[in-house]
């Protein structure tokens, strides 16, 4: 087979949940095929993190905005190579493809009713977008893969597609994500005051994206400076200060902001690091597909505090700390819990470290392969 896979957003500098999923398989691709030919399409960026090999690949196709790279350049391109099959790895793909079509739906939760608007004009229209394109192409595509059970469920329900149609294959961890041992721990010194002037610190992965629950992360974190005798500094990535700050006057909790470390995007390639410091990784979000940082955290021996909503238990598993992501009550329980009790938090340690066993990209890719190998043959007869 010679297979044709969209991978746009790869070569940008900061890199995000979709962009890391399909560069982690074809790494993997690239290991464990040694019969099918894949040609990936990139747009231009400065991260070249993926290069051409003996099976991939890599082709950069120029174009001014993404709507158009991927309904107008991209089928152009497949079709010029004279792919068999064309895998959409990022939620969209082209309305009119020449090839046979398989779309990774990592969620939908831009079909779904919303609260509230994104305060990234990017998000906002990426949004219409998707609403606009995804109902459309689905009834042309061979086969769609999601990440989670609860997406699968969540996919054939709203948008009436028949199981069979519809793959949930689970995303993995790359293994740099792991407990630090010597010498380790000396880079860490070295490099952690670029983001947080000391050790133990609460980490938590923010956005723009209303679904991380950022407001409610920062009441909780209130209600714990309250009644913390140890008041852990909290290192906020991914959210520039005047949008903390705008969060903190409407929650009227300015007073916490000197507890509070925002470097802003962190490096896939320093987050082990940051992990492997922090006390406890907060992760309460509204809603997630599958939530890759769950398992790095866990992977580098972080206590996760997380949510029991969506697929969120599906990955962090039982054992792990769930809460309500609208209490920020049982958000604040759940850090003092950790910090007063040294036994439940090694405890929390050892489960993450046990659960992350389940997960992996070589078994990802292994299942995609399969999935490509069975559309195409129901194609060809």
């Given at each position: ?82 792919a068999d099959l064309l895998h959409c790895t990022s939620n969209t793909a082209p309305l009119h493809c020449p090839v046979p079509l398989i779309v990774t739906l ?276």
């Amino acid at each position: 087979m010679k297979i044709a896979i969209e991978a746009q957003r790869i070569f940008r500098r900061d890199k995000h949940g979709m962009d890391f999923v399909i560069l982690e398989v074809l790494r993997q691709l690239q290991r464990l095929d040694t019969v099918n030919q894949y040609v990936v399409f990139v747009a231009p960026g400065p991260d070249r993190c993926l290069a051409s090999t003996a099976n991939i690949q890599v082709v950069e196709l120029q174009c001014p905005t993404y709507p158009l790279w991927e309904q107008f350049a991209l089928p152009r391109a497949v079709a010029r190579i004279g792919a068999d099959l064309l895998h959409c790895t990022s939620n969209t793909a082209p309305l009119h493809c020449p090839v046979p079509l398989i779309v990774t739906l990592h969620d939908i939760i831009y079909l779904e009713p919303r609260q509230h608007r994104s305060s990234s004009l990017y998000q906002e229209m990426g949004w219409h977008y998707r609403r606009l394109v995804v109902p459309h192409i689905l009834t042309k595509c061979r086969h769609v893969i999601t990440v989670s059970r609860f997406e699968r469920q969540r996919i054939c329900q709203a948008l009436q597609l028949p199981s069979s149609l519809v793959t949930a294959v689970y995303n993995g961890y790359n293994p740099r994500f792991q407990m630090l041992h010597n010498p380790d721990i000396q880079v860490l010194q070295r490099l952690m005051p670029a983001y947080e002037p000391e050790k133990g610190f609460l980490f938590f992965l923010g956005n723009t994206d209303p679904k991380k629950n950022t407001a409610r992360v920062l009441q909780a974190y209130a209600l714990y400076l309250e009644q913390s005798s140890v008041r852990r500094p909290l290192l906020i990535a991914d959210l520039q200060e005047n949008t903390i700050d705008t969060l903190l006057r409407q929650e009227r909790i300015t007073a916490i902001k000197p507890y509070l470390h925002f470097p802003g995007y962190i490096s896939n390639t320093d987050l082990p690091m940051v992990y492997n410091a922090a006390f406890a990784f907060l992760y309460p979000s509204l809603r997630e597909s599958f939530g890759i940082p769950l398992l790095e955290a866990m992977a580098c021996g972080t206590p996760v505090i997380t949510s029991r909503t969506s697929a969120i238990p599906e990955v962090a598993g039982e054992g792990n700390l769930l809460i309500d992501p609208y209490q920020p009550r049982e958000i604040a329980d759940a850090l003092l819990r950790l910090e007063r009790n040294e036994a439940f938090r090694r405890q929390q340690v050892s489960y993450g470290l046990e659960r992350v066993k389940q997960f992996s990209w070589e078994e990802t890719a292994r299942q995609y392969l399969q999935i490509y190998k069975k559309t195409f043959l129901h194609c060809t007869n």
